[in-house]
């Protein structure tokens, strides 16, 4: 999905006439609503209280520990980001690919590359967004298929039930109450705990 001209855009750059560059570059590209932080000191926070769609940070001749303190906003803020940097070497873009960094751009403070890197920023995003949900759910499937097999060993060995029998059980319990079967079969487990 292409960056919304309404979006909220926050700038991160100590240097106004850098700042000015992305500024007017996201203007012409008809986005109007751009902030500016040019005093790295409480980032976080700052960044956190302006609640920004997407972020660009835009460094000249970033140190080790300027990165990392960007790293660590990339990680805990889940927004695009896009860095600028003038100059970089492959550990610091391999770092910010670990951050969530979504477009690393080395030598590329153009006005004119701001809205074709901004579409790229956000789409990346969304995509690996997407991949970690799948993810997520993913894993809560296999923990939940853990948690109802556990439940019909549990069943079948307290009740002489088949392992069909023990689930055909659960299921109809799950319909019953209207509860998802992994909730039953978690009650289950619970309860034969507190019972030992």
Known sequence: MPAEPFFKIVIVDESPIRAAI?????????????????????LLARIYALDPDVILIDLENPSRDVLEQMFQ????????IAMFVDQSDSASIQASVDAGVSA??????KKERIKPVLDLCISRFNAFARLQNELEKTKSALEERKVIDRAKGLLMKLKG???????????????????????????????SEILK
């Open 73 to 80: 906003v990339s990680r805990a803020v889940k927004r695009p």
């Open 22 to 42: 992305l500024e007017e570059g996201l203007r012409e590209a008809g986005f109007t609503s751009v902030e500016r932080i040019g005093d790295m000191h409480n």
């Open 104 to 109: 690393y751009i080395v030598d590329g403070l």
């Open 161 to 191: 039930l088949s392992e069909d029998e023990a689930y055909v059980l659960m299921r109809s319990t799950a319909m019953r109450e209207k509860k998802r079967i992994g909730e039953i079969a978690q009650s289950i487990i619970t309860a």
